[in-house]
């Protein structure tokens, strides 16, 4: 709604007023699949000049609010001016949501969940959209300003430090819990079950532990689309998650190893 305040008299009586009065809703439509979309220099989605109408062409992803029946606005973000310099090739329309060439492909879902308050989250075919040039927000080339992208940092996701840090660590977490197995597996070929109980209770905190940590890395990395249906990553979140419960909860394995712990003092 708040990119609104920047349209003219005309967008705002059409548009702004019925979302204030909460009579329609809109949608963003920033978002693509297949592209890392936080950077906005990856966005493919064009907007072309036609005479007097923009014609959108490109494929959105997570609009909230898409699939709810009162949204009546696409509020999309496209590439303009493709050679522009980088902070002046987007521009911002305001497209209506039964205009020709709209598609709401499907709904996505998060962890398996959709996000009914808001009516869900959608992706959004724009093919040859036309609309006439006053659905323009801002000036044309000024939609990364109004969007408030964050900047470019044009490097591959990979090479990014902190991402760099989780995989570091993921090696180093992963690694302590195998040679934890390992080593309650070796006491169990010599001594039996009995005696590597504790060790048996610190595999079952650790290991769905490390494993949950390493997969909402994972789903952080894809990001949005870690968390949808579209990768296997929310599907193994939430089993490793489960996994804290299956076998006994975390915390009566943690005083079964507590418990051994402390009669070495007694
Ligand atoms: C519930 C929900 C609602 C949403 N609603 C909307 C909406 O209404 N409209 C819309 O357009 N979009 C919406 N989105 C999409 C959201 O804005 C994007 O998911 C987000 O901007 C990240 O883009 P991406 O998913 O393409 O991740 P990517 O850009 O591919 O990033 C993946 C990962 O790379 C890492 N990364 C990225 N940049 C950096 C950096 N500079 N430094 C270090 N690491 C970095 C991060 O770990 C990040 O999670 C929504 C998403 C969700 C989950």
Known sequence: ??????????????????????????????????????????LRCRITSDGADYVITGRKWWATGALSSDCRLFVVFGVSDPDAQPRARHSILLVPADAPGVRVVRGL?????????SGGHGEIEFDHVRVPKESLLGSQGSGAALALARTTFGRRVADQGVIQDWIAEARVRIDQVRLLVLRAAAMIDQDGAKAARAEIS??????????????????????????????????LWTQARTMRFVDGPDEVHRSMVARRELARYR
């Open 1 to 42: 709604v708040w990119r609104l305040l920047f349209g003219t008299a005309e967008q705002k009586k059409r548009w702004l007023e019925p979302l204030l009065d909460g009579t329609i809703r809109s949608a963003y439509c920033m978002t693509e699949p297949g592209v890392a979309s936080s950077d906005p220099a990856n």
């Open 109 to 117: 879902r998060m962890f398996g969940y959709t996000h009914s308050a």
């Open 202 to 235: 610190a595999i079952k905190v650790a290991a769905p532990t490390v494993t949950e940590w390493v997969l909402d890395k994972a789903c952080q990395v894809h990001g949005a689309e870690g968390l949808s249906q579209d990768t296997p990553l929310a599907e």
